[in-house]
T-cell receptor
């Protein structure tokens, strides 16, 4: 039990599909993050939410659309993705989005775009 | 800007031998440093962190790391590895409201 739960664990979608990734944290944290982990590339920070407000968008294409309805839930809506978007998508949370705290990660969603 | 360099993409080591995974950071201000581990098909788990105080930090699973400000390093060590330590290890530095990760080092334990 990591305290951060991601669903689904695996997802295969076509380039014309629309799907959503879900993340839920049970730690009482106020900051949540989406990271993308591709083969042979460093972890890429995509979005940061602090108290439900987006504070970082790391030049992510608009085909990725995050949503944070409350401090416990984070979604990543996907549409018209490309094969190069296939990756492990990791959600994380921390007490606050500041420098002193580590992030707690979910187990990730393995996304394959066909 | 802060960045993290992990000098080795893969490190093979025999079981029960010691290991050191290297990490260097660049920063002009005070830093907060982390080591994470990722087991196959899992998310990242915190091994240890340096925020302030003693430069030798002890973490879980027998790992430790030493913060060296003059060499801007934060190398991870374990005196005797086990097959269960097979994983990818990430060094990270915090910056503003986010954590920046290195490219990772894959630890291979040889029988």
């Amino acid at each position: 039990e990591t305290g951060v739960t991601q669903t689904p664990r695996h997802l295969v979608m076509g380039m014309t599909n629309k799907k959503s990734l879900k993340c839920e944290q049970h730690l009482g944290h106020n900051a949540m993050y989406w990271y993308k982990q591709s083969a042979k590339k460093p972890l890429e920070l995509m979005f940061v939410y602090n108290f439900k407000e987006q504070t970082e968008n790391n030049s992510v294409p608009s085909r990725f659309s995050p949503e944070c309805p409350n401090s416990s839930h984070l979604f990543l809506h996907l549409h018209t993705l490309q094969p190069e978007d296939s990756a492990l998508y990791l959600c994380a949370s921390s007490p606050l989005a500041n420098r002193n705290t580590e992030a707690f990660f979910g187990q990730g969603t393995r996304l394959t775009v066909v | 800007a802060q960045s993290v360099t992990q000098l080795d993409s893969q490190v093979p080591v025999f079981e029960e031998a010691p290991v050191e995974l290297r990490c260097n950071y660049s920063s002009s201000v005070s830093v907060y440093l982390f080591w994470y581990v990722q087991y196959p098909n899992q998310g990242l788990q915190l091994l240890l962190k340096y925020l302030s105080g003693s430069t030798l930090v002890k973490g879980i699973n027998g790992f430790e790391a030493e913060f060296n400000k003059s060499q801007t390093s934060f190398h991870l060590r374990k005196p005797s590895v086990h097959i269960s330590d097979t994983a990818e290890y990430f060094c990270a530095v915090s910056r503003d409201d986010k954590i920046i990760f290195g490219k990772g080092t894959r630890l291979h334990i040889l029988p």
